[in-house]
Every structure is written in C-alpha cells, then in structure tokens.
C-alpha cells in the first residue's frame, strides 16, 4: 500500500486572531480530497498554531528577498523536523508550510522548494497555499490550464503573470500537474 501523505501548517504569529478552522475553510477544505484522487493515498492536513511551535512560527519572512525567507524557513525546520516525526513519513511525504498574514513582499505571495519539503504561503489569495504545496509535490506553474466550465477558471498551478482576477479558482490541479504529483510520488514515496 502506497505511503500516507502529511502536510503540517505551522500558523505564523501574526495570524493568531485567525480560527484554525477559518484556515482550513478558506484556504484547504478541498486540498486532501484532490490529492487523494489524484494519488490515490491519504493526505492529512495538521495546523500547528504559534503556541506550540513558537520557534517556527516566529520565523522572519519578510525580509532580504524570497529566496532568503525559504532559505532561513528551511534551516529552521532541520533544526525542529524531528519532533514532528509521524509514523513512516520522510521528506517526500511528509511536507512543512509556513502560513502566513502576509506576502513576502509586493510580488511574492508564497514560494516553495521544488520538490522539497518547505514551503511559506500568505492567505492573500485562496489558493496561494495549495499552490506552493504543489511546488512541493512537483507540479509546476508551465502545466496549469484555464478550463472553462461555465466560468473560465484557473488551476492550482497559475503563476502570478498568468492569473487574472477575472477568471475563479478551479480548486484542482491540472491534469498534466496531477501526472506530474503521481510522477513524484511514484519515483520518491
């Protein structure tokens, strides 16, 4: 049987007025269903609020440039990763999203390590989140589609030159990027 999938969101303190399940409503009620139809395995979602992880969810992410942000999330994490070992989880299945109020600057709402275990997300948009979880599984913003079903809409993937605010969520992945997750899946889980 096919390896479980974990995504843990560590809520940043400056989203602490916010209900985790305001969170999970606007942001990821429709993530584990996707991934588990696409992949055929279960995904859990854990939001681990600032308090108890008060190390992570401090993290400065609004500084230097994006790249550094991740780079300092992602030394962070190797620090802690290890008290959040569940089960027969690895780097490829097990994923760490800081989720935060803000972007990390005027044009960067989230980035992620392609095919990594480390990602920030803004709430600014609704599908920033599942966006740069997308990154960690390997899809890729070159394989989002527009479909249309009475509205056009995005997918998952849709890089920020690409988006248009005319056009709703899909709250999918692409058919190409759902190959692409099962690709990874097949060759790293």
Known sequence: ???????????????????????????????????????????????????????????????????????????????????????????????FLLLTRDNLNSSTAGIASPKGYCAISSIRGNQTPAHEAGHMFGATHEDYEVYYNGWWDETIMAPGTGFSALRGDAKRFSDKNRENIRNYLEEYA
């Open 1 to 95: 049987m096919p390896r479980p999938l974990l995504l843990l969101v560590f809520i940043h303190k400056d989203l602490s007025d916010y209900k985790t399940n305001e969170l999970y409503e606007n942001h990821f009620n429709w993530l584990s269903e996707e991934f588990e139809t696409l992949s055929g395995r279960p995904f859990a979602i854990i939001f681990i609020p600032p308090s108890d992880a008060p190390t992570l969810s401090d993290h400065s992410y609004k500084i230097d440039t994006p790249e550094q942000a991740l780079h300092d999330w992602y030394l962070k994490v190797e620090e802690q990763k290890m008290t959040y070992t569940y089960g027969s989880y690895d780097d490829h299945t097990r994923k």
